[in-house]
């Protein structure tokens, strides 16, 4: 087919309109195209059509008349695409690379296609296009996509995971599902056989993998197993495996896929139902309370508690008719039961297999099973309850407290003749008989009755709460209810105990009378403010709005009124009782010694007697009793009223007499304290003026301790400067003498020519001299012992305190001794350490100084045997000790050996003892006590002494 003629133009270049392409004769290519089954169709860059063959025009929905009236490309393209198709002929016309792409036709109709052009850069700068209908492709590949997809959405969005092996190649694939059910994300999830059978429970192993084997090798074309497998948490999860084979066309099996079901939760349902089936078995079997269910009267089934109740074996009691099971008498009342459909419970007589009957309660309810009508009865024994209603019925009628069962509307239903007793009714029917309606007559509030009947319905029951009742004769009683609200269908009942509280109530209230006063006794100032604060309390309790006390004075000449308040009567104050004509009220109560109790009537038929006068305005009604102290009367106290008669009862009688010898002791006591107040204002005079002198004294006390202080001071100066004067000559005297004695000795004592008197002489000479020496040791001894206790107690002694061990201070000691225990044959020096002793914070030099002290002594006093110097632990201190077998100290002396200048008194076998200055043992208690130590003796005479000095450990001491 030839292209239809183009208009003609004369612009052949690119950039204008291109010459009719009739003018050119038509080449052999084209001729080629005109009759291709393709569509071509030439053009230039601005997208003109110059001429096309049939097949173009036919895609686009044209003749190839009509299609020559359309002027370019573009208006066969979709507006989205004309951008594409304006590059793709640019970039040909640079006969530059152009990218496949598919454009979007739009065809005569409306409707649009697919086509890929395929431009090619001609002569003349002419451009062929050779489109290719790719709208099935399109719209295959759209299907395929959207296949795809919707695989991919189901895939994802099932609830079951899907897997599939290919069994050429060994590839798999698990959906994400099936990952995620066991824990696992898109990539950490093993997919190698071997992990996935790693992962199957162990017991269910061998039956998974040969079901997939027999699937795999064509033997089944599915297979269904239920498994355990691991989850990521190594919890175990049920799953559902569903698979089956995919066949070649020789039958052999390429491929297997299928499905994974979590049925976790549906394993675990079963076997909740499967253990709650057991546990409904086991229920049935150990229930307590029979069951049975029957057709007519029949047995059909029954737990096992309803065979044992009436002693079948389980077997034997299916099929017995119910109505066979109870006594002859309850048949007919069983019978009808079933026939009636009866529902409520109902007791009868059972009869067991061995003929032993009991009572037993039956409750039986229809049901339809399998289109049938069925009952299922409970069966109780309820043997213990009757027995156990039996001994209530006891414990009811003999029971201390009243019990009483009432309806709503306050009627009594049951009563014991405790409660009748209680209210004062001679028996139980009297008192159901009389009492109609609880709340009016008995209660002496009725709107009590109103509260406490709303506590019950609103919490059911209440106990212990104290009301008021009034008995058959009137009086009012004290009462503690005990009760509880009963609901038996639609009947609302109550019952409960009642107690007479009256007495403990009487107590209670003298209780705490009697604790009020007692009180008072003590917050009051005064007699006036206590008679005042008495009254209030009295009142508290009985109406004491008239109420005075009376008083007799010592001579019991007097009655004084300290205390009065009367609605119409002045104060009394003084009532000579010679003046009475006749002993008033107040003054029969005092000299009886007993309260008295008595009407208007009563007085006035009195006074006509004359044996009683009322003194005031006559009372309906005055009660009095007397205020005694160890059985003697001192006075009254009384309450009165004007009007009602029976104004006052025989509980206020009670009370007052109760409280009326703690009232007099009241007063008594305030009295008392009274006379104390006056006195002990006295006293504190007396002592202030006593204190003033002690304060004087104390002034001059102290003037003159000032003094002794100033004269100690300069007794210890004096003491020191003596003491130090006399250092010097006493040196001269010591050094001297023994020079003499020397120098005697040698010129003197060796010439010897015979003569007795000479040589007597000269001994005597010698001996002298030596008595000066030691005197002058001992004169040297004093001295330093003095000033050593001077220092001390002056606190001028330098202490060289340091951690010292104790061995060391013992072991120095015996060192420093040992020379003089050597020269004597007969006497020997011990040394006795323990191990483990603390170390301890002294002056070495000082410790060494007691110990020396004490060894000398004991050198001094000891002939012959042992003295042993040593220390040991006691308790948290290091005790040194120096023990001697001398000649002891008498028990007398052991308490004074430690004063200043004290001297041992010995025998005549000591005679030869030079006596020291009397201060060492001073010396050596000062120091101790220096460290808080302390020091003492130990001796029995003619077996030797034991000095103990001990001195706190370091720690201790720290």
């Not at 305190?801 to 420093?816: C, F, G, I, M, Y």
């Not at 023990?883 to 030869?912: C, N, S």
Request: charged share 30%.
């Amino acid at each position: 087919m030839k292209s239809s003629p183009r208009p003609k133009t004369h612009a052949k270049d690119p950039g204008k309109a291109m010459s009719n392409p009739a003018e050119y004769s038509p080449d052999l290519e084209w001729s080629v195209f005109e009759n291709s089954p393709l569509p071509v169709y030439e053009t230039n860059i601005q997208g003109m059509i110059w001429r096309y063959n049939k097949a173009f025009a036919e895609l686009f929905g044209y003749s190839t008349d009509e299609m020559r009236k359309l002027a370019d490309i573009t208006q066969l393209v979709s507006k989205h695409d004309l951008p594409n198709i304006t590059k793709c002929l640019e970039k040909t016309s640079r006969n530059a690379p152009v990218k496949t792409t598919i454009i979007q036709g739009l065809r005569k109709d409306g409707s649009h296609f697919f086509y890929r052009p395929f431009p090619q850069l001609l002569e003349n700068d002419r451009i062929r296009v050779i489109l290719l209908d790719v709208t099935e492709m399109r719209e295959a590949q759209e299907a395929l996509k959207k296949s795809e997809e919707r695989y991919a959405f189901v895939v994802q969005g099932v609830n079951d995971g899907i897997w599939d092996v290919d069994l050429r190649t060994g590839e798999r694939f698990y959906s994400p599902r099936y990952k995620s059910m066991l824990g696992y994300g898109e990539d950490d999830f093993p997919e190698s056989p071997e992990a996935w059978q790693d992962m199957i429970h162990p017991d269910d192993k061998s039956a998974v993998i040969e079901e997939v084997r027999k699937c795999k090798q064509g033997e089944v074309d599915q297979f269904q197993v239920e498994y355990r497998i691991r989850h990521k948490d190594n919890s175990w999860r049920w799953i559902l495996a569903r698979g089956g084979n995919f066949k070649d066309k020789n039958g052999r099996p390429y491929r297997i896929s299928g499905t994974h079901t979590d049925i976790s939760k549906r394993k675990k349902t079963e076997d909740a139902l499967r253990e709650s089936e057991e546990m409904h078995s086991a229920l049935s079997r150990a229930a307590f309370e029979g069951i049975a269910i029957s057709e007519n009267g029949c047995i059909l089934a029954a737990n096992h508690a309803a065979s044992a109740l009436f002693g079948y074996e389980h077997g034997e009691y299916i099929g017995q008719h119910t109505h066979d099971l109870v006594i002859p008498e309850h048949r007919e009342i069983v019978r009808q039961n079933i026939k009636n459909d009866y529902e409520k419970p109902y007791e009868v007589v059972g009869v067991r297999k061995d003929g032993s009957t009991f009572n037993v309660q039956l409750q039986g309810k229809v049901f339809q099973f399998k289109g049938r009508k069925t009952r299922v009865t409970g069966i109780r024994d309820i043997s213990r309850r009757i027995e156990a209603e039996s001994r209530y019925q006891s414990l009811f009628e003999n029971a201390i407290e009243g019990i009483f069962q009432a309806s709503s509307d306050g009627k009594f239903l049951a009563v014991n003749q405790s409660l009748a007793n209680i209210l004062g009714y001679g028996s139980t029917e009297e008192l159901m008989d009389t009492v109609q309606d609880v709340g009016s007559q008995l209660y002496a509030v009725p709107e009590e009755y109103a509260r406490l009947r709303n506590e019950l319905q609103q919490h059911g029951q209440v106990t212990k709460h104290e009301i008021q009742l009034v008995r058959k004769d009137g009086t009012v009683i004290w009462a503690s209810e005990s009760s509880r609200l009963m609901r038996i269908g639609e009947d609302t009942r109550y019952e409960g105990f009642v107690e007479d509280i009256t007495e403990r109530k009487a107590n209670e209230r003298t209780s705490r009378v009697l604790y009020d006063i007692s009180n008072a006794v003590s917050r009051t100032r005064d007699l006036d403010e206590l008679f005042t604060t008495i009254h209030g309390i009295l009142n508290k309790e009985i109406d004491a709005t008239n109420f005075y006390i009376a008083l007799l004075n010592e001579d019991r000449t007097q009655m004084t009124f300290p205390y009065f308040s009367d609605e119409y009567d002045v104060h009394f104050e003084t009532v000579e009782i010679k003046s009475l004509s006749s002993p008033s009220l107040t003054l029969q109560v005092i000299q009886s010694g007993k309260p008295l109790f008595i009407t208007r009537q009563k007085i006035e038929r009195k006074e006509s007697e004359k044996t009683l006068q009322s003194i005031g305005t006559p009372a309906a009604v005055w009660l009095g009793v007397p205020l005694s102290i160890k059985g003697k009367p001192i006075g009254a106290m009384a309450v009165q009223h004007y009007s009602n008669t029976e104004h006052y009862t025989d509980a206020d009688i009670k009370l007052m007499t109760a409280i009326s010898e703690q009232v007099a002791l009241a007063i008594e006591r305030k009295a008392t304290e009274s006379e104390l107040f006056v006195l002990n204002e006295q006293l504190e005079s007396i002592v202030l003026k006593r204190t003033r002198q002690l304060r004087d004294k104390a002034r001059e006390l102290e003037t003159a301790n000032k003094r002794l202080q100033e004269l100690d001071k300069l007794k210890s100066a004096i003491i020191s400067s003596i003491s130090h004067e006399l250092r010097t000559p006493l040196t001269s005297i010591r050094g001297f003498a023994k020079l003499i004695r020397k120098e005697f000795q040698r010129q003197f004592a060796q010439d010897n020519d015979g003569s007795t008197e000479r040589q007597s002489s000269a001994e005597r000479i010698v001996q002298n001299l030596e008595i000066v020496e030691s005197e002058g040791e001992r004169l040297t001894r004093l001295v330093n012992g003095s000033l050593d206790l001077s220092k001390i107690e002056s606190g001028h002694m330098q202490w060289n305190d340091q951690s010292t061990r104790p061995e060391k201070l013992v072991q120095l000691a015996h060192n420093a001794v040992s020379g003089q225990f050597a020269s004597t044959t007969d006497l020997r020096l011990d040394m006795d350490i323990h191990d483990g002793l603390p170390s301890i914070h002294v002056d070495p030099d000082r410790i060494q100084q007691v110990l020396i002290n004490l060894l000398h002594n004991a050198a001094k006093f000891t002939r012959k045997g042992t003295v042993t110097v040593g220390a040991r632990l006691a308790g948290k201190s290091v005790r040194f000790f120096v023990t001697d077998t001398g000649v002891g100290i008498p028990e007398t002396e052991q308490t004074q050996i430690f004063e200043r200048f004290h001297k041992r008194e010995h025998g005549d076998t000591l005679a030869d003892i030079r006596e020291g200055a009397g201060l060492g043992l001073a010396i050596c208690r000062e120091i101790v006590s220096h460290y808080n130590g302390r020091i003492w003796v130990e001796s029995q005479l003619e077996q030797g002494s034991s000095f103990i000095f001990e001195i706190p450990g370091e720690a201790e001491t720290a």
